[in-house]
């Protein structure tokens, strides 16, 4: 069997294209012949007719045709498809066979040519007998042809001719040997073509004729045959679509063929045909160059073709034959076109997005690598999808996969991939038994003692021997070093977990950790080290655990001594060491774990853990921990279950807790822009001096930044602060304190906002301590946080009164008005308003002294205190919002506060105030009080405000308690900017709060000027007093 | 009916797996593997808005020269894998659906169970004697099987 049997046939793989023979060119011997042969031969491109022509003698034999079977009742078909079938049909049987002839329509001797033609044809015909090959014949003719119908000889002579050669007159052609030889021929072709369609679509029907005599019983095979040439007659026709359409029925056809044993290779090899040409047929056969096979049908046994019984008839021959095939399968490679197909299959599969199909395929590849002896390649395919395995967690699989990579490593002595697969065989993930773990456990302490491990079980006798002198070359290298394996990414056969015994050390006690190991393997294990790195390396020489072992004493002593872990046990290890001052407030972090097998002089192998251990399962496992509720049994003390361990690989370096108490005292609230005071006391409950104490002590940081702007500290009562003080005073020196001591400072606040603040006081401190025998420095420190409130010390209302004390909404122009204010003390502590200023707008003009009423006044909580200032304002004009009236200052203090406490001065903004002009003034005078039957004087100015003649009507009314002289009822007119006087006598009748004889004042040119608005000017009662019986002699004489 | 059943966390790693014993067990893990990539292209093909409405069996995953593999999936994406032999045409769409029930149901009751910490590996013996039961069929109706062919031939 040639290695190419598996590849298809090439008349399976050519492309069909109808075969057409041209018979009567001497080709060898004649130019024109030549010449015609080479135009139908030359330029054949895509645009041409798919034809193969071939040049054939004109007695050429054509392969004979069987005779028709008219029944096929008795019919047993022997196989699928004859292996001559397609080339017969491609090559041998022709669509249409032409028959070229040289003769011109005006040929001398007409007669004898036409029957020498006729000859011609008739021969080829008894060559045809049986088929439906069409025949054709095209003249050779020197002359160029007369447009059809001006020619009459030619036309009488062509009928004649096709008489004698009984063809029809579509069959005769003419091939005039002149310049356009090529437009001939394509136009000839294309006629041919025509021709050999019709032959294949007659082929095509005969075949289908033959269906109805089948049964499905005797002819299964027949219909898949049949189908298939159905098929191929389509694809010569270059019908794509019906060659398609019944490859497929032929397919399925086959599919429902009986298979059984014998014939299941014959099968598959027509299905792999017909699927060839059900794929390939659309759009394009693609021609593939093989030899072709010599069997009479495809997939049948060369020692039993054609027998279709399932039951072998010589079962020696059937012995004999399969021996040889297996005999010539051996120099086959199957390796090679096992692993390029597997790789093809990898790239599809990798294409169509299948992660899981393209590692299993690679693992097989990897296999196939094996069994042909690339280890290399082997280890490389199966190393790389591990992972993948391993990170979904398919231990079955990973470990089939690593017990393949193991052997490929020992196989070419690979140190440390031997070693790698070895730890995870080890492992818990692996599912090998415990023999198997044993041998391999056996093996790996052997090579770490620098010996030759066993060979692994099933492998190639020739390679073990190869290998067994690698590794003998490997021992004789003594000393061929240090391997150090990272095991986060793998599951080797210890744990490790780290744990910090606190999330958070004092840096006066010495940090702990456990570092827990756990082996999986089935013998106890020994190593030689285990150390400890951090991120800060200073302190990787304190966790170091060692013994000086020789590498003899691996094996001893297995089940003692501290570097030795048993299986399934859970052995802790406790560091400790002191953590420096400079890394309080840092992080310890393990950045690794390393712990050494073998020994470090012969061979060793470093297995390291990044951070604080665990590898590619346990954070499954801890997970799963973590969600259980299994109660786990009872250990006896000293032993930990391996799954309660959390892993804790960081801890936190805090300063050491102060011994000392920090008080404030102060009295809250604080008030407005006061210097309010803060005193702190420290105590010291250190056992030794304390140095370098230093207070920070202000606004604690990170509040609104609004209120660093408006709040300033001081150590200095005595002056006020202003805006270059700090919010915050920092590292306030305070000198030392021995045990027991005590120190107080004060401080001082000013808060120019109400609202609440958090103030901090930090006192830190320095203070020698031993530890573990050594000295330290530490640095303490205490905070302690105070929320202060700020108020308003007082509230200051302020109202505008006419000087009848009548609430005004607007003052008049130059008319005299009060400003009273109304001091209302909110703070809850005494205070003393040490004097008050009332500050005027430029247009305000006192009428009298603005002395302080309010000086030196205490206000308890809840008192208030009030001022009142007669102010007058000129006519302003019409100004938006009012005129400003001024500033009024308060200057106070806190009562209890010291002497040498600044006074603080708080300033209020008096309201605007809307100034109206009045066209008349009208103001009395009047004693302060009457009595009865004593005259009254009363005096009326009328004033014109305005610069127009006023008219004015004035009436006085009558009132019971007054008898009165002067102008009752009078009109005059006042001009502008002077005064009019009016001068009344009253006389009192009646002693008490009496009502006035009111003065009514109309104004003729201001209807809106009221008597209501006189009365705020005027008086319109006054307390008469009755008649004083103990009065001097004159007003009794007056009397 | 099968001969390897398998229960697939929603992580992928198996929960339980079994196969025949006369076979290469590992044959099968590679399969019900493989599976996965089908089922992992089945569940994201429903997308996310059907997930209310969608059918919890897939059909089948696909067809090998010799066995057949179908799949399930459960709501809390709990894969199942059924590996069956394909020349066993007696099994029709809607006994391996039943099939698949009858292994839903068993695996909720031992979610059920207080005892059993989800995400663990199954060891019930319920689950197992159903599984038994399960691939014990193919053997007690596997002449049957043959009779019904040699009818046909």
Redesign the interface.
């Known amino acids: 069997m040639s290695p190419t049997q598996w590849d298809f046939p090439v008349e399976l793989c050519c492309r069909p294209m109808a075969f057409v023979t041209l018979t009567g060119l001497d080709v060898v011997y004649n130019a024109v012949h030549r010449a015609v042969w080479d135009a139908f031969c030359a330029n054949r491109r895509a645009d041409r007719v798919p034809i193969s022509f071939k040049v054939l003698p004109g007695d050429h034999e054509y392969p004979k045709c069987r005779p028709k079977r008219t029944s096929y009742e008795w019919y047993i078909p022997k196989g699928i498809l004859k292996t001559g079938w397609m080339n017969k049909h491609l090559n041998l049987v022709p669509a249409l066979v032409v028959v070229f002839y040289e003769l011109d329509w005006d040929e001398p001797q007409w007669k004898e040519k036409q029957s020498e033609c006729a000859t011609r044809v008739e021969i080829v015909r008894q060559s045809l007998q049986g088929r439906n090959t069409k025949v054709a014949v095209v003249l050779i003719q020197k002359k160029t042809p007369l447009p059809p119908g001006e020619d009459v000889t030619a036309s009488e002579r062509a009928a004649a001719l096709c008489n004698a050669c009984e063809l029809s007159g579509k069959s005769l052609f003419v091939l005039p040997h002149t310049d356009h030889l090529v437009g001939y021929i394509i136009r000839l072709e294309n006629a041919f073509y025509e021709h050999a369609q019709t032959y294949y679509y007659t082929e095509i029907r005969r075949v289908k004729s033959h269906k109805e005599f089948l049964n499905k019983t005797t002819h299964q095979l027949l219909f898949v045959r049949h189908q298939f040439k159905i098929a191929f007659f389509s694809e010569l026709k270059q019908d794509t679509q019906n060659a398609l359409k019944n490859y497929r029925t032929a397919y399925n056809l086959v599919h429902e063929l009986?298979a059984h044993e014998t014939n299941i290779l014959e099968i598959k090899t027509m299905a792999g045909f017909i699927n060839y040409k059900a794929s390939v047929t659309y759009p394009n056969p693609d021609p593939l160059e093989t030899q072709t096979g010599v069997l009479d049908f495809y997939g049948q046994r060369s020692w039993r073709q054609g027998i279709l019984s399932f039951d072998l008839s010589d079962p020696e021959k059937e012995k004999v034959g399969i021996l040889a095939i297996q005999l010539k399968e051996r120099s086959v490679v199957h390796s090679e076109i096992i692993i390029t197909l597997l790789s093809n299959a990898v790239a599809q599969f990798k294409k169509y997005?299948?992660?899981?199909?393209k590692s299993?395929l690679m693992?097989q590849m990897g296999e196939e690598y094996y069994y042909a002896k690339d280890y290399t390649k082997a280890l490389k395919l199966l190393d790389y999808v591990m992972c993948d395995?391993r990170s979904?967690?398919?231990w079955?699989?990973l470990t089939?996969i690593l017990t393949t990579a193991l052997k490929c490593s020992y196989l070419m002595a690979q140190l440390k991939d031997y070693i790698t697969y070895s730890l995870e065989l080890l492992g818990r993930a692996s599912t090998l038994k415990d023999d198997q773990k044993s041998r391999i456990e056996k093996n790996l302490i052997n090579v770490l003692m620098n010996e030759s491990p066993d060979p692994e079980p099933d492998c190639d006798v020739l390679a073990v021997k190869t290998a067994q002198k690698l590794w003998s070359d490997r021992v004789s290298l003594a000393g061929s070093g240090v391997f150090t394996i990272g095991v986060q990414d793998f599951v080797p056969f210890v744990q490790c977990k780290a744990k910090f015994h606190a999330p958070s050390f004092h840096v006066d006690v010495p940090v702990r950790f456990d570092i827990y190991l756990k082996a999986d393997c089935p013998h106890p294990i020994r190593f030689s080290k285990l150390c400890v790195s951090f991120n800060n390396q200073e302190y990787n020489q304190f966790c170091v655990i060692e013994e000086a072992t020789k590498a003899s004493e691996v094996l001893e002593n297995l089940t003692q001594g501290k570097m030795c872990l048993v299986p399934g046990k859970t052995r802790k290890f406790l560091f400790k060491f002191v953590a420096k001052t400079e890394d309080v407030g840092k992080k310890i972090e393990i950045t690794s774990v390393d712990l050494v097998l073998g020994h470090e002089t012969g061979r060793c192998v470093v297995l390291n853990w990044q951070g604080g251990g665990g590898d590619a399962a346990s954070s499954?496992e801890a997970?799963?921990a973590s969600?259980?509720?299994?109660r786990r049994p009872k250990l006896p003390d000293n032993e930990l279950h391996w799954d309660s361990i959390v892993i804790q690989a960081s801890t936190m370096i805090i300063s050491r807790v102060p011994n000392i108490s920090v008080h404030l005292r102060h009295d809250p609230p604080a008030l407005t822009n006061e210097m309010y005071c803060l005193v702190v006391t420290v105590e010291s409950h250190e056992k030794t001096r304390i140095r370098d104490v230093k207070l920070t002590a202000g606004l604690k940081p990170g509040q609104d930044a609004n209120l660093t702007q408006k709040t300033h500290v001081s150590l200095h009562g005595t002056e006020l602060c202003d805006e270059s003080y700090p919010a915050l005073l920092t590292d306030i020196p305070v000198g030392d304190l021995h045990p027991g001591e005590q120190l107080e400072k004060m401080l001082y606040v000013r808060c120019g906002t109400v609202g609440s603040r958090m103030f901090l006081v930090y006192v830190s401190y320095l203070i020698n301590t031993t530890i573990e025998d050594k000295e330290i420095v530490c640095k303490c420190h205490k905070d302690e946080t105070v929320t202060i409130e700020t108020v308003f010390p007082f509230d200051v209302a302020v109202k505008f009164v006419s000087t009848k004390f009548e609430h005004l909404e607007r003052v008049y122009a130059d008319i005299p008005f009060l400003l009273m204010t109304d001091l209302l003390s909110a703070s809850p502590w005494a205070l003393t308003i040490v004097s008050s200023e009332l500050q005027l707008a430029p247009s305000m003009t006192p009428v009298d002294q603005l002395e302080s009423q309010v000086d030196k006044v205490v206000l308890q909580t809840g008192e208030s205190a009030s001022e009142c200032f007669c102010l007058q304002c000129p006519s302003v004009g019409n100004v938006e919002g009012g005129v400003a009236t001024g500033h009024y200052i308060i200057s106070w203090k806190r009562t209890s506060a010291m002497g040498n406490v600044p006074v603080i001065s708080t300033a209020v903004t008096l309201p605007h105030v809307i100034v109206e002009n009045i066209p008349l003034h009208v103001n009395a005078d009047l004693p302060s009080f009457g009595r009865v039957r004593e005259s009254l004087p009363v005096r009326y100015h009328l004033q014109n405000k305005t610069s127009l003649v006023q008219d004015v009507e004035i009436s006085v009314e009558p009132s019971d308690a007054f008898m009165f002289s002067g102008l009752k009822q009078i009109r005059l007119r006042i001009l502008p900017g002077t005064e009019q006087e009016m001068l009344y006598n009253f006389y009192p009748l009646m002693a008490g709060y009496q009502q006035l004889p009111s003065l009514n004042v109309n104004l003729l040119r201001f209807p809106h000027f009221t008597n209501q608005l006189l009365r705020r000017f005027i008086p319109t009662s006054i307390f008469v007093k009755p008649q004083g019986r103990l009065v001097d002699d004159t007003s009794i004489a007056a009397a | 009916m099968a001969v390897c059943v398998a229960v697939i966390a929603k992580e992928n790693y198996p929960l339980y797996i079994r196969s025949i014993p006369t076979e290469n067990e590992l044959k099968f893990h590679y399969m019900v593997h493989t599976s996965l990539d089908v089922v992992d292209e089945k569940i994201s093909a429903m997308g996310k808005a059907l997930v209310d409405q969608r059918e919890l069996y897939l059909g089948l995953l696909y067809p090998t020269e010799d066995y057949k593999v179908y799949g399930y999936v459960t709501n809390s994406k709990v894969k199942f894998v059924m590996v069956v032999d394909s020349s066993n045409t007696a099994l029709r769409d809607n006994e391996i659906r039943s099939m698949f029930r009858k292994l839903h149901n068993s695996y909720t009751d031992v979610m059920c169970n207080p005892f059993y910490n989800p995400g663990d590996r199954i060891q019930s013996r319920a689950f197992d004697s159903m599984v038994t039961s399960m691939m014990i069929q193919v053997l007690s109706r596997a002449p049957c099987c043959r009779a019904g062919e040699a009818l046909w031939a």
């Open positions: 009986r997005k299948c992660p899981r199909m299993h693992v395995y979904e967690g398919w079955t699989l089939s499954q997970l799963q969600r259980s509720f299994k």
